[in-house]
């Protein structure tokens, strides 16, 4: 140690952005087989924020430490899937004249436990967690411990389904049809603050806010001419989800200090 010493801790990145993600599904057959397996999965999913940097400082005279603030989370991108090139709001298909030509219908079978048919996801990241600072002092006239801030979650972006003359079946367990989220990222804890001393005249530990979840934008299933169809325990045919992230835990704070006499 030494007389005056500060420590800080470095800033975590944000998470990148996700771009949009679709499927356009205009003619043919998809069939899986054993567990898990889905039939057609879109998914935008922002990158989770970087966590702050953590300190601890051991002082002399005076020590100060500030755990680093953490980034934020990334938003995640629009999710779609169609049965037609036209069907995605504010995606075009791509492959010009070289994209397959739009057929009759589509068909999608799967068997096995939880194996889906069909799933769109926009999902935002979630927020960094703040860096905790720590500190041990001998008789420092001043003590100071402050935890980084958390940061808020990424938006989860529209998901959509845009489908006509689909044929769709699941056979097994938790097996849904068709399952459209859009889900908020959550928030990230704020750090922790601690300190110990040893005859210091003002020890002062502060614990840091945290961030606020992510928004979830709409979900929006439309189906035509086309039928959805089930066969097993606990498997729903339509699951629409519009989920905000939850908010952090706030940071906490203990110290204490030993004075002679």
Not at 19 to 34: E, K, L
Request: glycine content about 30%.
């Amino acid at each position: 140690g030494s007389a005056g010493v500060g420590a800080i801790g470095g800033t975590g990145a944000a998470g990148g952005n996700a771009a949009n993600a679709s499927i356009f599904a205009v003619d043919g057959y998809v069939a899986t087989r054993g567990a898990f397996s889905h039939g057609l999965v879109a998914q935008s999913i922002g990158g989770g924020g970087g966590a702050g940097g953590s300190v601890i400082d051991l002082s002399v005279g005076a020590g100060v430490g500030v755990g680093g603030d953490s980034g934020a989370g990334g938003a995640g991108g629009r999710a779609c899937i169609s049965t037609s090139y036209d069907g995605c709001v504010n995606i075009t298909a791509q492959g010009g004249n070289d994209r397959p030509a739009q057929g009759a219908g589509f068909k999608v079978t799967t068997e096995g436990d939880f194996a889906n048919g069909a799933m769109v996801q926009s999902i935002g990241g979630g927020g960094g967690s703040g860096g905790s600072a720590g500190g041990v002092g001998a008789l420092d006239v001043v003590s100071l411990q402050i935890g980084g801030k958390g940061a808020v979650g990424g938006d989860g972006h529209v998901a959509e389904m845009t489908l006509s003359n689909l044929a769709l079946e699941t056979h097994g367990e938790n097996a849904h049809g068709l399952v459209g989220q859009s889900v908020g990222g959550g928030g990230g804890s704020g750090g922790s603050a601690a300190g110990l001393g040893v005859e210091t005249v003002a020890p002062i530990q502060i614990g840091a806010s945290a961030g606020q979840g992510g928004s979830a934008q709409s979900v929006d299933l439309q189906l035509a001419n086309s039928s959805v169809s089930t066969f097993g325990h606990n498997s729903v045919g339509i699951v629409a989800q519009a989920i905000g992230g939850g908010g952090g835990t706030g940071g906490s704070a203990y110290g204490g200090t030993v004075n002679d006499g």
